[in-house]
């Protein structure tokens, strides 16, 4: 079991900045992939991007060059650096994980293949 806290998050004019984190407490495994959705009004919810427990990292294409996803190993928390942020990325985001590795290719953001999830932060981009 793992309990997944978020923060960050906030309202921002379109160009800004914003970082999400996310401290995973509880049973590591040495295997995992974790990482960061969202869910607009009236969308699905979609994978934003994820990190793998040897690195590797994997981005929508919609916030490829713009967002960066990142991890501090000695407190197991990992981040969401967001840059030259959109109206259209308005959002809760949510972190999550899974006790396996990332799936590759374009499976690597179905939602229901993560078993934990943190509640949420939302994220407000006005233009």
């Known amino acids: 079991q793992v309990r997944l806290v978020e923060s960050g998050g906030g309202s921002v004019q379109a160009g800004g900045s914003l970082r999400l984190s996310c401290s995973a407490f509880?049973?590591?495994?040495?295997?995992?992939?974790m990482g960061w959705f969202r869910q607009g009004p009236g969308k699905e919810r979609e994978g934003v991007a994820v990190?793998?427990?040897?690195?590797?990292?994997m981005y929508a294409d919609s916030v490829k060059g713009r967002f960066t996803i990142s991890r501090d190993n000695a407190i197991f928390r990992f981040n969401l650096q967001m840059n030259s942020l959109k109206p259209e990325d308005t959002a809760m985001y949510y972190c999550?994980?899974?006790?396996?590795?990332?799936?590759?290719?374009?499976?690597?953001?179905?939602?229901?293949?993560?078993?934990?999830w943190g509640q949420g932060t939302q994220v407000t981009v006005s233009s």
């Open positions: 999550a994980a899974r006790y396996f590795d990332c799936k590759a290719g374009s499976l690597w953001g179905v939602a229901t293949d993560f078993g934990y």
């Open positions: 990190i793998a427990s040897d690195g590797r990292t």
């Open positions: 509880g049973y590591i495994p040495s295997t995992y992939c």
